[in-house]
């Protein structure tokens, strides 16, 4: 067990942040007890995403995943059922399953061959009768599963805390963002499958970094982002002088950053002015056929909600603690080290779309997003620069600057549940999920992590209203 750190040094660990003066220490991003308090206290009781259901359609299927440091098992048993297992054997540790992914009958444990169904059962011991004198009581030792396992429109979240609230308690007022990222582009749920493999590499920063920037820091954009949109990476290329986002016709709507404090999810998200859908724009230029998909797909999602008003709906937002997510991409950010990240990248696509819109959508987010895509190169390469540049000790006299827009936020009553800042850039997401972290830094169990009330946390169905 982790210690519980109440101080650090001479600094009580509340003291290292500061959200009404937007300060927050250095050490909380370098400091080895810090991030091991982060493994027990935050990782271990969180809701984290863990894939789709679309990565194991058929009974045996499996994929390897992750659950912050923790390598898991995402698999489908033999009547269908979803697990998630830690991928250790329970006899000496050994990983019981070495592919990324595949199809199994049994996972057996390639050190003593201990055996495991696709339940999770062990079901195979060498010796069992000449070494363990049948005294080995099987139902004791199978596979470690989660705590709760929960999908959610075809998307996979698990907490190794059986006391941890529900799953949609966890998200409050983002169940209709969470939601909204898994509806076809026609609006209808669960519509959505991942392209798979995932994309993997590794950062050499603190995992908040990108967690903690990510879906909120739009005032980087000018300077980190400079050249990308000259590279014309989106589906229009060099029409309107390129960029690197889709064209979308204009729709009356109010952005800003939103974020829910009490339960530290934050996002770029819009509250709609008039009901329904905005008008479908050419973009898919350089590919015949796509637009003609998703018109079809705008014109049944506005015979469905032409007469809702959609707030919260698209949009790029984060649940806490690592998950950035919006309808067409997922960020997990897997802790692997204080000073380490492992970023993967899966993106979403409608199942029921032809092979040809597929292909296209899968070429555009690999020249956006990922190692290799423009976009995210450059935010790399900030990350990957800051941390370093923090480690020293004279660094860590100073803290970060956390003050952008602080002060200047409001509510709105079509949102409950939401924290509004909409006056310019804002790093009011930033501190809310720091706020966050800091709830659950402090508190030895969930009963000690502060909750909304049922039926104030902004909770509501998807659809709206004005």
């Not at 329970?90 to 057996?108: E, P, Q, S």
């Not at 380490?340 to 779309?353: F, G, H, I, N, P």
């Not at 555009?364 to 800051?386: F, H, K, L, Q």
């Amino acid at each position: 067990m982790v210690t519980y750190i109440r101080s650090n040094g001479d600094h009580a660990l509340r003291s290292l942040i500061d959200l009404d003066k937007g300060i927050v220490s250095r050490e909380i991003y370098v400091n080895e007890e810090i991030y091991a308090q982060e493994l027990e206290h935050i990782f271990r009781r969180a809701w984290l995403f863990v894939g789709h259901e679309s990565q194991i359609p058929n009974p045996g299927d499996f994929v390897l995943t992750r659950m912050a440091e923790e390598e898991v098992i995402l698999s489908r048993d033999r009547k269908g059922k979803v697990h998630i297992f830690l991928n250790s054997c329970r006899h000496r540790g050994m990983k019981v399953c070495r592919y990324d992914d595949g199809n199994a009958i049994v996972f057996t444990c390639p050190f003593h061959a201990w055996t495991y169904d696709t339940d999770g059962r062990l079901v195979g011991v060498p010796h069992l009768k000449d070494a363990y004198f049948d005294e080995l009581d099987k139902s004791e030792w199978g596979l470690i599963e989660v705590g709760q396992l929960r999908n959610f429109y075809g998307s996979i979240w698990a907490t190794w805390d059986k006391n941890a609230p529900s799953f949609e308690e966890y998200l409050g007022a983002f169940t209709t963002p969470v939601r909204w990222s898994f509806k076809a582009s026609d609006g209808t749920d669960n519509g959505k499958e991942l392209f798979n493999p995932a994309q993997r590499w590794r950062l050499p920063t603190n995992w908040k970094f990108p967690a903690f920037s990510f879906a909120g820091d739009s005032a980087h954009a000018a300077m980190t982002h400079l050249s990308v949109n000259a590279a014309a990476i989106g589906p229009q290329g060099n029409v309107e002088g390129g960029g690197r986002h889709p064209l979308r016709a204009a729709f009356p709507t109010k952005n800003g950053y939103m974020s829910s404090p009490e339960l530290g999810h934050s996002g770029q998200l819009s509250i709609y002015l008039q009901p329904g859908v905005a008008e479908y724009r050419e973009t898919w230029l350089l590919d015949p056929g796509v637009d003609d998909y998703y018109r079809e797909a705008r014109e049944r999602k506005q015979a469905k909600f032409g007469d809702q008003f959609l707030h919260l709906e698209g949009g790029q937002f984060h649940i806490f603690p690592n998950c950035t997510m919006s309808d067409w991409r997922i960020l997990p950010w897997h802790p692997h080290g204080v000073g380490m990240t492992e970023s993967w990248r899966l993106y979403q696509v409608d199942k029921e779309a032809p092979k040809f819109v597929k292909d296209a959508q899968r070429h555009y987010v690999m020249r956006y997003c990922g190692p290799t895509g423009i976009t995210e190169s450059d935010d790399m390469e900030n990350w990957n620069y800051a941390h370093p540049a923090s480690l020293g000790l004279t660094a860590q006299q100073y803290p970060y600057n956390f003050q952008l827009g602080a002060g200047h936020n409001h509510t709105d009553d079509r949102v409950p549940g939401i924290i509004i800042g909409d006056k310019g850039p804002s790093e009011q997401n930033q501190r809310t999920r720091l706020g966050r972290w800091l709830q659950f830094m402090e508190a030895t169990s969930w009963g000690n992590i502060p909750m909304p009330k049922k039926g104030e946390n902004g909770h509501s169905n998807g659809n709206g209203t004005a």
